[in-house]
């Protein structure tokens, strides 16, 4: 958010309420009035990727946009790194006595949500996840077992270990996968990359040993979850989000047809369509 592309976003600089924050495990920046709105990025990306979804929704609500440590130019901190975060978004909630809460998070950011759902005492109105699960973890494992992710493995220590420019070509290869917008591939790769190593490492083996399937069986409000459908096809993503959230009492899955993982650039239109009908 710190380069405002928009006339709507630069009045708002001058003349709206514009609010900086610093904290320890993530940075805040505040846009427009209302209900309050905390935007949650995913693993690896800056606050900005909600960019252009705030341009609209500050108009109606207040926006606080989230970059959490070691992402963007926040600096990073100590592990446990997801559980701080978590923690101290609380205490944010908490010290700015914001009632009335939609959460909306993008992968990590929407797991970050789904475990917010699961506090007591957070006046929350919806929650509403952007291709997220409840655990990233049993995605990506036969047999997963949480106990079993830990910090000191032979992957991480390759990861820590790996050069600058074969880190960039993994990151590269990644993005390809994660967007069908090959004018959002460089960005989301440069993302990547300059996160804080130990950030990525650590902090996504704290994503993958979260594991919310049981817990969100507490969550109370409603959830709505926007899925993409690419590039695993739609009947391979309804049985997923089926199976990860069946101990959900009250959500609502919709899917984005011809969207990779960040539907906020494959299909933007459809995604500010499908959370403007959850706030109204």
């Avoid at 990306?45 to 909600?50: I, M, S």
């Avoid at 109606?60 to 600096?75: D, I, K, R």
């Avoid at 096809?233 to 609502?252: F, P, S």
């Amino acid at each position: 958010m710190r380069h405002l592309k928009t006339p709507f976003l630069i009045l708002t600089f001058f003349m709206s309420a514009f609010v900086y924050a610093q904290h320890q495990s993530f940075q805040v920046e505040v846009y427009g009035k209302g209900d309050p709105i905390l935007l949650f990025p995913g693993f690896g990306c800056p606050g900005t990727v909600w960019e252009d979804a705030v341009t609209e929704l500050s108009k109606t609500n207040e926006c606080h946009v989230f970059t959490f440590a070691g992402f963007g130019n926040v600096p990073p901190i100590e592990k446990p790194w997801l559980p701080k975060i978590k923690e101290e978004i609380i205490t944010y909630i908490s010290d700015n006595n914001l009632e009335q809460i939609t959460l909306i998070g993008h992968s990590l950011g929407g797991a970050l949500s789904l475990w917010l759902g699961t506090e007591i005492g957070l006046d929350l109105k919806n929650i509403i996840t952007v291709d997220a699960l409840p655990s990233t973890g049993a995605l990506m494992m036969p047999n997963f077992n949480s106990e079993m992710i830990v910090y000191d493995n032979p992957y991480n220590k390759q990861l820590l270990e790996l050069s600058d420019e074969n880190f960039e070509a993994m990151a590269s290869q990644m993005a390809s996968g994660m967007v069908l917008n090959d004018e959002k591939k460089e960005i989301i790769k440069d993302w990547l990359v300059h996160t804080d190593r130990e950030t990525y490492v650590y902090g996504y083996t704290d994503l993958l040993k979260l594991d919310l399937r049981t817990d969100i069986s507490r969550i109370t409000v409603p959830v709505t979850i926007l899925a993409a459908t690419k590039p695993y096809g739609l009947e391979t993503v309804k049985k997923t989000n089926a199976d990860q959230y069946k101990n959900l009492k009250n959500y609502e899955i919709k899917f984005a047809e011809e969207s990779a993982h960040f539907i906020m650039f494959d299909q933007p239109k459809w995604l500010l369509e499908a959370i403007k009908m959850e706030l109204n």
